[in-house]
Every structure is written in C-alpha cells, then in structure tokens.
C-alpha cells in the first residue's frame, strides 16, 4: 500500500497503474479476441469502434476531473481533443503509406496494431524527456512555443502538399541496409529466401514490416508537433501521456473510416495550423502581458471552436466531390 501512494512524476503510483492496466485490457481484447483471425474492418465497425474509444477517452477525463479537479480535467479533454485532431492528419499520410506499398485492408489492421505498440513506448519516451527538460529548465516552454507557431504557419504554407513516401531517407537507408522482397508473403513481416548473391537461406524484411517501419517513423514527425502542443496546454506529465495514449488507441478504427474520405476533410490542415499557432502564442502572450496561466476553459472553448470551423469548412467545400474507392 504504501509503494502504490508513492508519487511518481507527479502522480501515486496506483493512478500510473490504473491507467496502464486500462491499456493493456484494451490490448489484449483488441488482438487476442475480437481481430484474433486477420480479416477486412469495414466502415460501419470502425465508425462504431472509434466512438468507443472516444467514449472511454473521455470517460477517463470525467474521472480525471472528479479525482483531480476542473482544471486537469479541462487540460485533459483539451490535450484529448488537440492529439485526436493532430491524428487525423497523420491517417492521411498513413493512407498514402498503404497505398504506395500496395497493402490490402486485409492486412493493414495488424500493421496498424503493431505500430500502435510501438507509439506507445516512443510516446513515452519523448514526454518523459520533455517533462525532464521542461521541470529542469523551465525556458524550454518558450521554446517549445515558438517551435509551435513556426510549424503552424510552415503547416498552413504546405497544407496542399503530399508527403513523398518514395523519396524518405528512412526508406531508402532501410533497403540500402536490409534484404527486402518486392512482394508480400501474407501477413510475414519478415520471411526466409534464398540468397540471390550467395543462394544460401535468409531473412528477407517484406513490403509489411516495411510499411510499419514507415508508419512510426512518420509518428515520430508527427510527434514533434504534438507533443510540444500538450505540454503547451499542461506540463503535467500524466495528462500529457493520457491524453495521448487515449487518442492514438482509437487512431486503429479512426483509420478505416477516414481512409476512404481522405478529401473531405482537405482543409482540416488549415485549421491545425491556425491551432498551432493558437497554443503556441498564448503561452508567449500571456506571458508577456503579465495575464498569467491561461484558462483552462477558454483554451478547451477556442480548440473546439478552431476544429469545428475545420471539418464543418471542409465538409462545406468538398460537398459535391465522390468519397475516394
């Protein structure tokens, strides 16, 4: 009893425990029940999917601000609302990454599994680093803040531009590296060949693994931006992490529904940058004008509005154009 009051980065033990053993049950219906057999997710399971996590996100916010108070709870829903969107952009590079490697739906549920796994442990990693950074050197706010008003305005000024998977240095370092085949072998990230140079038995990396390989690679880019934008909202390192666990664990059946409607929401890009420069700048602000912390409800408010005027425009603007095959 007296090891799980212990606090730790903030927080008792127990609520660190609490929140990973939600986690892990989720994990482990997730794979070793309901996907236990590789098979298509269609568009109404992953819509139904998505609000369940949705759902159990921001349950877990309601609990957070009946234990904690308004303001966690608040910072909170606002980090849970802020990484949610953020992850919507990252589904659409994550649909040209599919796409480039020509992986089926059937099998891109297990790559998105595992990648998840992957996000969580990176994730970790670099909030951890952060919330160092920021208790030790408390101007690294600042810079974090004019990092998010630069990536802003650089976001609205390409919002039109696709990323080139073709042309990452990841990738081609990785087939430069490694033996990779230039087809799939079912649902194998990696399966053994023959040799072509010594006709000896090896392993052989497949389009699969490649693909995951890309997919966190690409999460770690998209991580740079979120994660400054949390600790922006709260330095907190539980709701940091929370927060982004919660909304990254629904990005799976995010996925599937998003995928086939990627130019719907063709100007939501615009929006996030507008709201990267919104968190980035009222930290600059308020502190230059001597207001203080800023209100926890009106950022929740501003968000939401900024993000609401994003889909509703984008909707508005694609209205007439067919949903993607």
Request: proline fraction near 3%; include cysteine.
């Amino acid at each position: 009893m007296e090891f799980l009051m212990l606090d730790w980065l903030g927080k008792p033990v127990w609520m660190w425990l609490f929140f990973i053993t939600i986690v892990l049950a989720l994990l482990v219906i997730d794979l070793g029940v309901m996907h236990r057999k590789e098979r298509e997710i269609g568009v109404r399971e992953s819509l139904a999917m998505s609000a369940f996590y949705v759902a159990l996100g921001l349950a877990f916010g309601g609990w957070l601000w009946w234990y904690a108070g308004a303001d966690a709870g608040l910072s909170y829903v606002t980090g849970f609302a802020i990484e949610k969107s953020l992850a919507m952009d990252n589904v659409f590079v994550i649909a040209m990454i599919f796409g480039y490697f020509g992986i089926p739906r059937l099998h891109q549920y297990r790559v998105l599994f595992w990648g998840i796994l992957g996000v969580i442990v990176l994730r970790a990693v670099m909030i951890g680093f952060g919330a160092a950074a920021v208790q030790q050197w408390g101007w690294v706010l600042y810079l974090f803040a004019a990092f998010l008003i630069v990536t802003g305005i650089k976001m609205w000024l390409t919002a039109d531009k696709q990323y080139d998977v073709g042309g990452s240095p990841v990738l081609r370092w990785v087939r430069r590296c490694f033996r990779v085949t230039d087809t799939l072998h079912g649902q194998n990230f990696w399966v053994k060949l023959p040799d072509p140079a010594s006709g000896k038995a090896a392993w052989f990396m497949t389009p699969l693994f490649l693909t995951l390989v890309m997919i966190e690679f690409v999460d770690v880019v998209f991580a740079v931006d979120s994660v400054p934008a949390i600790f922006a909202i709260t330095t907190d390192p539980f709701i940091v992490y929370t927060s982004n666990i919660f909304a990254i664990l629904g990005l799976r059946a995010l996925y599937f529904a998003l995928a086939a409607m990627v130019e719907r929401f063709h100007y939501l890009k615009y929006a996030l940058s507008v709201l990267l420069v919104f968190i980035g700048s009222k930290i600059l602000l308020a502190d230059a004008l001597g207001l203080g912390k800023f209100p926890p409800a009106a950022s929740l408010g501003i968000t939401f509005a900024i993000l609401a005027g994003g889909v509703a425009w984008s909707l508005w603007k694609t209205r007439e154009k067919p949903a993607a095959a």
